[in-house]
């Protein structure tokens, strides 16, 4: 029987332990044993520290030993207690294994990790000659079933199995979390309209979780070995799906007797992501601190990536993976920050994931079920828009590029109706226009992720002419640009364009309102980055620069009107201005720069007191939130420090354009005293002079024309290695 030991962790068997080596401790025979060929020698001595009392010294027996060893030896035998005297019986049966060269595959993982996943038109599968007789393209999916490995080939692998069962381990320990994680995934649900895979899908597989919690008792108790064994047997094999099966039983191929790591990382950056919303009940947060909280968020974070590390090792690309990549992406960014490695680096393990499963690229001829075809037409418009943000943000180049991929849009149906019987389901795909929309006036997820689809698609030709010389080819390119955004927002349907009378309708949805505000900005910050490229003139005089910075800005403060308080709308709102508000801020900042340095009025259509009250309004949204335990924002995080930064800057620009300078300004030519000297508290002199252009290109790359008093990068300051790091 495979029993603990006093420690409480579990036993070895004999060869294991005689050999010093690691044990997967696996009932009645051990893995280990196995691969060395072994099994019959392998066995769990009930009491292997036991000897029987009378059995001679091995330091009796030896020639020349002297009397004195041998003396004080049986005097330390004498003194130990019967239970604990050596014996060696169990050497004479089971002699110490031998290492051979195969040794190295003790720990391999299996086969299916190492299939090369999605081949496209040029790989070396398209151009060998085939056998068979149909002409017919072969289904990409068939490209999973390669031709068997060499077992050579599975010593590539960096975690031993040892390894690998404690970080699993580890992982199912979270499920002493069951109920909260239950609580919060349903509460994300009921309140987020961004989400990307179906919700049946996702709550479904939370419900079918609740049998394996039960079963093994997770919430009192550590995972058992059996189940650990049973979660990676199952992750080790690939994720087929039957091409008849339903959305409500697709949680069976996941959980239970299924159970697999992917849905875990899953459900985990879900519910951590819940948690940092501080979307739940309100009787729920008032029962934990924020320690508490902080100490759950970051449990989710380790055990969705520890998930993330053990599919990716031991399991092909599939579906379920893919879901909890980009909830990860989402999840790591939040805790990280924007600017963090961590993020980066998921993002870029994302779009591997995804050209491996071969979800850039349309479906010909499928097997696979409408739904799964659905969600990865939703995963990859998501993620495409995440890596459009990102790039822009970062000023660093694409992952995913439209040019090699032809996914379309996903169809703007329901997360029911995309999930219900196929009757229900060919009602509502007949009920959408020819492009794809719903007519019935409905706000859908998938309506969110098809807008910026489309809006993501600019974006990509955008950055295309960040690098390029401006001359008047390039200009018409970007001009023509320009007029093809304007026109596709007039093809939207009407409901899912923003008014700002949406937030003044008490029965509006504000999650609605949110989305619409966001796909707003999301579409037209392109514009904002044509006209930057365009400029050829001071800031205070491109009227049609100032006009999109303006309207960005104040769409963006908008968000304050919220009136919906069940859930952390600062993050909300930090998260837009950090990506929308502080780029057309620092444009209208130098304008108001230039105007007091010159004196020179704003174009009528812009107010000098409105551009300052608004910069005033940013400023005190990004104070407040940095000082709010749950606005998310904590000392170390990378968007914490940014948003401190630029509100200092923008304070600065404020308060040197209101006070007086020391003597008339300087009007067309006409001599004056110099301007711009401005007297600080201290005496000393200060200059009003802060330039805040912080694109040289349109993107948010790394505020490298943002500059602060004196000439100093204004982010020199920011310690961009402090972004919460992790291990995994």
């Known amino acids: 029987m495979n029993s603990n030991r006093r420690n409480g962790k579990p036993a070895s068997c004999e060869p294991c332990r005689k050999n010093k080596t690691r044990c997967d401790h696996t009932y009645p025979k051990c893995d280990r044993c196995h691969q060395r060929g072994i099994p019959e020698k392998c066995f769990y001595h009930p009491a292997p520290l036991t000897r029987k009392r009378d059995s001679p010294d091995a330091d009796t027996q030896r020639p020349g030993a002297s009397h004195s060893s041998r003396v004080q030896k049986q005097r330390r035998i004498s003194r130990r207690s019967p239970d604990t005297v050596l014996s060696d019986w169990e050497s004479s049966i089971l002699p110490t294994p031998t290492v051979s060269q195969d040794d190295g595959l003790n720990d391999a993982v299996g086969e299916p990790a ?27 999916h068939m490209s999973d079933e390669t031709e068997d490995i ?49 919700a049946p899908l996702c709550l479904t597989a939370l ?44 949680y069976k191929l996941i959980t239970g007797d299924n159970l697999r790591f992917e849905i875990l990382g899953f459900l985990f950056a879900t519910a951590g992501r819940s948690w940092l919303w501080g979307i739940s009940e309100p009787q729920l ?29 031991i399991s092909p690309a599939n579906d379920c993976m893919i879901w909890t990549f980009h909830e990860n992406v989402l999840y790591t960014m939040m805790m990280c920050g924007f600017t963090g490695p961590p993020a980066w680096r998921r993002l870029g393990e994302l779009a591997t994931q995804i050209f491996a499963l071969g979800a850039h690229r349309e479906q010909k001829n499928s097997k696979l079920p409408m739904f799964i075809l659905e969600t990865r037409r939703r995963l990859f418009g998501g993620a495409y828009n995440i890596d459009k943000i990102t790039s822009t943000f970062l000023g660093r180049p694409l992952r995913i590029s439209k040019r090699h991929s032809d996914s379309k849009p996903p169809l703007d149906l329901s997360d029911d109706d995309l999930c219900s019987d196929p009757a229900t389901l060919a009602r509502a795909i007949g009920n959408l226009d020819e492009n794809g929309w719903n007519t ?98 001071p800031n205070a005089f491109n009227v ?113 354009v209101l006070q007086p300078s020391n003597g008339p300004v300087t009007i067309n030519g006409e001599a004056s005293t110099p301007v711009g000297i401005v007297i600080g508290e201290n005496g000393a002199e200060l200059s009003p002079d802060l330039p805040l252009d912080m694109f040289g290109a349109p993107g948010l790359n790394g505020f490298e024309g943002m500059d602060a008093l004196g000439g100093a990068s204004l982010f020199d300051g920011v310690d961009w290695n402090t972004v919460g790091e992790w291990s995994f």
Request: aromatic share 10%; proline share 4%; net charge neutral.
């Open 114 to 140: 190492y299939r090369p996943g999605y081949l496209g038109p040029t790989s070396y599968e398209a151009i060998l000659p085939r056998y068979d007789e149909s002409s017919q393209q072969q289904d990409r």
């Open 150 to 198: 060499d077992e050579r080939s599975s010593i590539q692998h960096p975690l031993t199995k040892a390894m690998r069962m404690t970080m699993a381990m580890e992982v199912l320990r979270s499920l002493r979390h069951y109920e909260l994680i239950c609580i919060l995934v349903r509460a994300y649900w009921k309140h987020c309209q961004a989400g990307i895979v179906p």
């Open 207 to 250: 419900d079918g979780l609740r049998e394996t919690v039960e079963k093994y008792d997770l919430t009192q108790k550590r995972p058992s070995a059996e189940l650990i064994n049973l979660a990676l047997e199952n992750t080790a094999k690939p994720l087929d799906m039957p091409s008849d099966i339903r959305a409500h039983d697709f």
């Open 285 to 313: 947060l008032a029962n934990y601190t924020q320690k508490d909280r902080n100490q759950f968020c970051d449990e989710m974070l380790k055990s969705s990536t520890t998930c993330l590390i053990l599919g990716t090792l």
């Open 440 to 537: 019935q006036g409905r706000y859908h997820r998938a309506s969110w992720i098809r807008l910026r689809y489309m809006s993501g698609q600019f974006r990509e030709e955008i950055l295309d002419f960040t690098l390029a010389k401006l001359d008047s080819n390039v200009e018409q390119q970007l001009l023509a640009i320009s007029d093809r955004i304007r026109s596709s927002w007039d093809t939207v349907p009407l409901h899912l364009k923003y008014h700002s009378r949406c937030w003044d309708d008490e029965e509006f949805p504000y999650s609605v309102s949110l989305m619409l505000v966001v796909v707003y900005l999301t579409h037209f910050y392109n514009e904002f980055m044509i006209q930057k490229l365009i400029d050829h003139q």
């Open 544 to 656: 049609a620069l100032l006009q999109v910075s303006f309207d960005l800005l104040s769409n963006c403060l908008a968000i304050e009107k919220t009136r919906d308080r069940s859930y952390d709308v600062y993050r909300d709102f930090m998260q837009t201005v950090l990506v929308f508000g502080i780029p057309s801020a620092s444009v209208l900042a130098s304008a108001l720069q230039e105007q007091h340095r010159t004196g020179q009025p704003f174009p009528p259509t812009i107010s000098r007191a409105t551009v300052i009250r608004k910069l005033s309004v940013l400023i005190s949204h990004l104070e407040s939130a940095s000082h709010m335990d749950f606005s998310g924002l904590r000392r170390g995080d990378g968007n914490y420090n940014l948003c401190r930064k630029a509100a200092k800057s923008f304070t600065r620009v404020i308060d040197t």
